[in-house]
């Protein structure tokens, strides 16, 4: 299964596509899913499992990305998060735009800062391309996102302090 840990609790990656893959899925203790791919939706092949999956079908287009595909998939993320044995795995296809695009969204609203969370990202997954249309759709976001405003919790991915 193509799945880097950026932390202990979010993982980045590549499509599932089948029983098998789901199924290392769920040895990796994943019990949430952002599944930012237009071409599959994860939700039947998780569903055996109960596993939670927020499908939110991202065109990889390099074109801006409107503020709203990051505040659900964020809102479900933190959600998640707000469980200490909860664990989630943010994927597209190939792992190298959208996932990463949505991971950088998690960590900017956790408040990290931009470059801190694009170097933490890359150091763990160096395949990954920071498009700068999909950096600037991401601080847009952020522009207006205001649900956490308290510094990073890195004990809430598993950091330490």
Same mark, same amino acid.
């Given at each position: 299964?193509?799945?880097?840990?950026?932390?202990?609790?979010?993982?980045?990656?590549?499509?599932?596509?089948?029983?098998?893959?789901?199924?290392?899925?769920?040895?990796?203790?994943?019990?949430?899913?952002?599944?930012?791919?237009?071409?599959?939706?994860?939700?039947?092949?998780?569903?055996?499992?109960?596993?939670?999956?927020?499908?939110?079908?991202?065109?990889?287009?390099?074109?801006?990305?409107?503020?709203?595909?990051? =505040?659900?998939? *964020? +809102? #479900? /993320?933190?959600?998640?998060?707000?469980?200490? &044995?909860?664990?989630?795995?943010?994927?597209? @296809?190939?792992?190298?735009?959208?996932?990463?695009?949505?991971?950088?969204?998690?960590?900017?609203?956790?408040?990290?800062?931009?470059?801190?969370?694009?170097?933490?990202?890359?150091?763990? =997954?160096?395949? *990954? +391309? #920071? /498009?700068?249309?999909?950096?600037?759709?991401? &601080?847009?976001?952020?522009?207006?996102?205001? @649900?956490?405003?308290?510094?990073?919790?890195?004990?809430?991915?598993?950091?330490?302090?």
């Amino acid at each position: 299964m193509d799945m880097t840990w950026i932390a202990d609790r979010i993982a980045i990656g590549g499509g599932i596509w089948n029983d098998e893959k789901m199924i290392e899925v769920v040895r990796a203790g994943v019990t949430h899913i952002i599944d930012m791919q237009i071409e599959f939706d994860d939700t039947r092949l998780a569903a055996p499992y109960d596993i939670k999956v927020f499908w939110n079908p991202t065109d990889d287009d390099f074109q801006l990305k409107p503020p709203e595909l990051f =505040r659900h998939g *964020v +809102d #479900f /993320a933190l959600a998640a998060l707000d469980h200490p &044995e909860s664990k989630v795995f943010i994927h597209c @296809a190939a792992g190298v735009h959208r996932a990463p695009m949505m991971a950088l969204a998690v960590l900017r609203a956790l408040g990290f800062g931009l470059q801190d969370a694009m170097d933490v990202i890359q150091a763990r =997954r160096p395949v *990954v +391309d #920071f /498009a700068d249309v999909y950096v600037a759709s991401v &601080e847009d976001f952020i522009r207006t996102y205001t @649900a956490v405003g308290a510094p990073p919790k890195p004990s809430l991915l598993g950091w330490e302090s």
